[in-house]
C-alpha cells in the first residue's frame, strides 16, 4: 500500500510564496510520474503540475511562471514551490502518483490566499 503524505500548505497573503512536500512510502522511482492537482470548493479537480521520471515538467497555464514542481529522489519527495500567490490560487492541494495503471491520492493540504 503507497501512502503519499503532503505537508506545507497554510493561509498567505497575496504575493506570497508556500512550498508543499509530498512525501511517499514507496521510492518515488517506481511510478511513471508524479503531479499535484487541486480543487477549490465547488470546482473539479485539475492538474497544477506533472513531473516525469526524467525530469520532464509539465504546468497548467494559470501556474506557469509562478510555480515549479522538483523532485528529491533520494528522499522519496516532490515539492511544489509556489511564488507570487493570488487569491484563486486557494484550494486543497493533493499529491498524485500512478503505477501500472493505478492512482494514489494523498489526503490534501489546504491553501489560503487571503489578505
Known amino acids: 500500500q503507497v501512502q503519499l503524505v503532503e505537508s506545507g500548505g497554510g493561509l498567505v497573503q497575496p504575493g506570497g510564496s508556500l512550498r508543499l512536500s509530498c512525501a511517499s512510502s514507496r521510492s518515488i522511482f517506481s511510478f511513471d510520474a508524479m503531479a499535484w492537482y487541486r480543487q477549490a470548493p465547488g470546482k473539479q479537480r485539475q492538474l497544477v503540475a506533472s513531473?516525469?521520471?526524467?525530469?520532464?515538467?509539465n504546468y497548467a497555464d494559470s501556474v506557469k511562471g509562478r510555480f515549479t514542481i522538483s523532485r528529491d529522489n533520494a528522499k522519496n519527495t516532490v515539492y511544489l514551490q509556489m511564488n507570487s500567490l493570488k487569491p484563486e490560487d486557494t484550494a486543497v492541494y493533493y499529491c498524485?502518483?500512478?503505477?501500472?495503471?493505478?492512482?494514489?491520492w494523498g489526503q490534501g493540504t489546504q491553501v489560503t490566499v487571503s489578505s
Open positions: 513531473i516525469s521520471l526524467n525530469d520532464v515538467t
Open positions: 498524485h502518483a500512478k503505477n501500472y495503471g493505478v492512482n494514489y
